[in-house]
């Protein structure tokens, strides 16, 4: 199993950026495939998680109207639209996949539920 993020980067205050999420190695579609970011000296907390299988998605309220989470099914590839970036979404980005996860709220707290991470973006927003 592998997931690897990219298209972090810099940006300014009201940019946008798209990450993106490469998934390999499961069935794409079986799994759901959360975002978390984690910013320096902060615990790691969730941002969107989307369920492949019924697209159900979940959104942390901080993102709520500006971050947007899809799935391209073809490229087994999970996408995170980020609108309006505010300096506080300066963090390093990572996305997460399990197999199981049905609770996409509770997912989106608890780390441990989560069989697979892949090793983060940067996302560096200026003020």
């Known amino acids: 199993v592998q997931l690897v993020e990219s298209g972090g980067g810099l940006v300014q205050t009201g940019g946008s950026l798209r990450l993106s999420c490469a998934a390999s190695?499961?069935?794409?579609?079986?799994?759901?495939i959360g975002w978390f970011r984690q910013a320096p000296g902060k615990e790691r907390e969730g941002v969107s998680c989307?369920?492949?299988?019924?697209?159900?998605?979940y959104y942390a309220d901080s993102v709520q109207g500006r971050f947007t989470i899809s799935s391209d099914y073809a490229k087994n590839t999970v996408y995170l639209q980020m609108n309006s970036l505010k300096p506080e979404d300066t963090a390093v980005y990572y996305c997460?996949?399990?197999?199981?996860?049905?609770?996409?709220?509770?997912?989106?707290?608890?780390?441990?539920?989560?069989?697979?991470w892949g090793q983060g973006t940067q996302v560096t927003v200026s003020s």
């Open positions: 989307i369920k492949n299988s019924d697209r159900r998605t």
């Open positions: 997460a996949a399990d197999p199981a996860l049905n609770n996409l709220r509770l997912g989106s707290k608890v780390l441990g539920l989560w069989d697979y």
């Open positions: 190695g499961f069935t794409f579609d079986d799994y759901t």
